[in-house]
């Protein structure tokens, strides 16, 4: 008899017989997040009809172009809870303050921040996008409706885990048993596992970053580019460059081939001084998958997961992947490189 599949939902409920005291809620939740990545990834497969095409005319809470795809895809994951008991607290960069479901409140146990269209830029040209979420525990002996009660850092994260919609569709997800992939099998609307116990190799072969910045980066950060890109075969050089413009889809292949992914600080820009991701929901889940797979994420000279959030909607600069490659990186910052 050849083995059955193991859908996302079979997996999730087997990980919860190991833990008699779970009550399920958690189970239930990445289900939902498993339906509303497939309702997106059905949308995003026949884009090029028409109906979701193009922008909303509205502007988001960072300045950007609202465009139909993110707003539609905001509202499946807003449907996804609602009337579920499951969510109190929605946060999204596509909305400026959290949404508290009322009808959730009384007895939700959870919090749960996303992207839900990351690389939006990308949808135009028919180019891998992804959504990206965090479940924290329901701020505890707080107002939840104060925005400093979800204040917290990536350290609290529950789970974190994203969707990147490519050539196939593939969720991921951390928890603190380590990191898992499923892909979605369209034949019979199922997430399957595909990839277990995802490790991300130590050190890689690329390096990923928005180059045609690079007149706006510190020194440092130029140095370190420089580096990977001489030649020195002993060590593996030079690099090569791979940048998709996605976070989502330059992070999958970063976890999965190794390597290091940067969105620096942008001294030229102060809109930017920052860098341009989102520390709560894109920087924030990215960050505990890689340490989840044996990585490593800083902000150059700090652990992402410990850095103590002061709004909703912060960016901050981001140096991910490969352990080794990414102390490089810190150890350039400090400027204490080759
Ligand atoms: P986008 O604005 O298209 O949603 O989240 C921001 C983001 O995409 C990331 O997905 C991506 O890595 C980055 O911006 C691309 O920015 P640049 O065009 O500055 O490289």
Redesign the pocket.
Known sequence: MTRQPITLTRYILSQQQVHPEATGELSVLLTQIGLAAKIISRELSRLGFGALQGETGDTNVQG?EVKRLDRFANDTFIHAFGHSGLVCTLIS?EMEKPLHLAENCPHAKYTLLF?P??????IDVNAAV?SIFSIYRRPEGRDHTSPEANLRPGTEQVIAGYVVYGPGTMLVYADSRGVQGFTLDRGIGEFLLSHEKIRIPAKGKTYSV?E??SGAWHPETRRFIEHLKAKDPKSGRPYSAR?I????A?FHRTLISGGVFL?PADTANPKKPSG???LMY?VNPMALITERAGGRASTGTQRVLEVTPTSLHQRVPVIIGSADDVALGEKFARGEGA
């Not at 413009?245 to 989502?248: D, I, P, T």
């Open positions: 950007e960069e992207d269209v990351d690389g939006s830029a990308n992804g928005n045609g910045h940048y413009g996605a976070f989502v330059d969105y341009k991701l989102r894109e």
